[in-house]
């Protein structure tokens, strides 16, 4: 029976994207071992989005010798607008706020300069 998911999140640098979910976000975690942290997540649901022909993101990753599907990580929130003021209060850049037909959105942009979408969804969830 599958009991899990388990999300790679890549990094320029992962010490200091590391340190901030455990710091900033304070996200629940583990240590597996020579600072390797394992993060507990929040609920999550999974959405199968088609991958254009032509376009410039990969629909994969090279992982333990097998070319794996790319995914995209939004985290997702009840009031976009007072998460980003407290991630603020806390010393957080995002990056503009935008509308879609499927929510509000903004990037959360990590210490080794890569983003992490967050969203207020306008679509029903799976979520508890």
Do not use: K, N
Request: proline letters at 7%; one cysteine or more.
């Amino acid at each position: 029976m599958i009991h899990g998911a388990h999300v790679l999140l890549y990094s320029r640098d992962a010490d200091a994207d590391r340190a901030f979910l455990r710091d900033v976000l304070a996200w629940p975690f583990v240590d597996a071992g020579h600072g390797w942290l394992v993060f507990g997540l929040p609920p999550g649901e999974l959405a199968v989005h088609p991958a254009a022909e032509g376009d410039d993101a990969p629909a994969a990753q090279r992982h333990a010798g097998r070319t794996m599907t790319h995914a995209v990580v939004y985290l997702m929130c009840e009031d976009l607008h007072a998460e980003i003021a407290a991630l603020a209060a806390r010393g957080v850049a995002t990056t503009g706020v935008r509308e879609a037909e499927w929510g509000v959105f903004t990037s959360i942009v990590l210490p080794s300069g890569g983003e992490l979408g967050l969203y207020e969804p306008h679509h029903p969830t799976a979520l508890p």
